[in-house]
């Protein structure tokens, strides 16, 4: 089972000519709801991938709440483990997308800050289950869970976003760390780590301060990952025509919750790293975030299309 501790929204998505500047007022002709949050877009990626996966977050006690709720569900996410709030409404994101793909996002955290880490129950903390978390939560939770998980033998992997102060203690809980190269270089710093603004050397010196593989995305570059015996893979992105690209919004959830998925049926780290760079480039040809999920007969039919893992010297 893969376990999603993390935060779920309603999304108002708003596409636009051109992202504002400071300051200045664009006006859109239409907006669309759909469901979101980084947990609950991991998840739903995770399930469409064929993974048995179970949803740990909160939501209010609104139709927003109802609705996304009954979303993950429709697809085949288990959500008994969604609690709902009484105090606080479902959290939601303002996602402006420019056409060309670039977009701006504010999260209003709502009933995710009720999050506490004893939803998720000793039960289902076994070795053979995934741990798959964000930073879309309370920090001292995501880090109470973490221990717990790890005193347990539970493969746990953070996907560092929103870039957020992480203690070095909660490093060393992890077995695998997901950061873009904004996240990765705010972070090596925070640590004092020599990094030198390279991406390799980035991920090299998290996994060793960590003792964890570290997985660095770099955007239209692909990926880099340094596992703690400092080993290097180097994956880059499936070719996609540029023309094509419309919402860039899920590419980095579906990256993850596929890579989490890929990783529970028994693929080797650099065969989940090449389905999850699928899975993020196709996400990029439709708009929303859940809604353009690729499901995994999608990425198994591109995955030809993808270039091989390729080992990289340190």
């Known amino acids: 089972m893969i376990i999603v501790f993390g935060s779920i929204n309603m999304d108002f998505s708003i596409v636009l000519d051109q ?18 949050g980084k947990g609950g877009n991991q998840a739903l990626a995770a399930a469409r991938f064929g993974g048995k996966v179970a949803m740990i977050g909160r939501v209010g006690n609104d139709h927003y ?39 701006q996002i504010i999260v209003m955290s709502g009933a995710n800050m009720e999050v ?35 005193e347990r033998g539970v493969k746990t992997i953070l996907n560092l976003a929103p870039a957020l102060t992480l203690p070095q203690k909660a490093l060393g809980l992890l077995d695998y760390l997901i950061v873009n190269s904004i996240e990765a270089r705010m972070l090596a710093e925070k640590l ?8 390799v050397k980035m991920a090299q010196a998290l996994a060793i301060a960590g003792q964890l593989t570290c997985i660095v995305t770099l955007g239209a570059q692909g990926a880099v990952a340094v596992t703690k ?17 419309v919402d860039t919004t899920g590419a980095g959830d579906a990256y ?33 975030a859940q809604a353009a999920m690729p499901f995994s007969d999608d990425i198994l039919k591109h995955l030809p299309n993808m270039p091989e893992a390729a080992h990289i010297k340190i």
Not at 192 to 199: E, G, I, K, R, V
Not at 229 to 245: K, N, R
Request: with cysteine; charged share 15%.
């Open 116 to 150: 506490i880490h004893d939803q998720v129950p000793d039960e289902i903390l076994m070795p053979q289950n995934i741990l798959l978390m964000q930073m879309e939560l309370p920090m001292n939770q995501v880090c109470t869970l973490l221990a717990r998980a790890k």
């Open 65 to 103: 709440g109802k609705t996304v709720r009954e979303s993950l569900k429709s697809n085949g996410v288990m959500v008994s483990g969604v609690a709902i709030s009484d105090t606080h409404p479902t959290g939601c994101a303002m996602v402006a997308s420019a056409r060309g793909g670039e977009n």
């Open 229 to 245: 015996d400092g080993e290097a893979w180097g994956v880059p992105i499936m070719p996609l025509d540029q023309s094509q690209i």
């Open 19 to 36: 992202l504002p500047g400071p300051g200045e007022t664009v006006l859109s002709q239409d907006y669309t709801l759909t469901p979101g």
């Open 192 to 199: 004092h780590l020599t990094q030198n603004n390279n991406a």
């Open 256 to 288: 993850c919750g596929t890579f989490a998925a890929a990783l529970h049926d028994g693929k080797t780290l650099p065969q989940a790293l090449r389905l999850a760079s699928v899975a993020g480039s196709l996400t990029c040809l439709k708009r929303g």
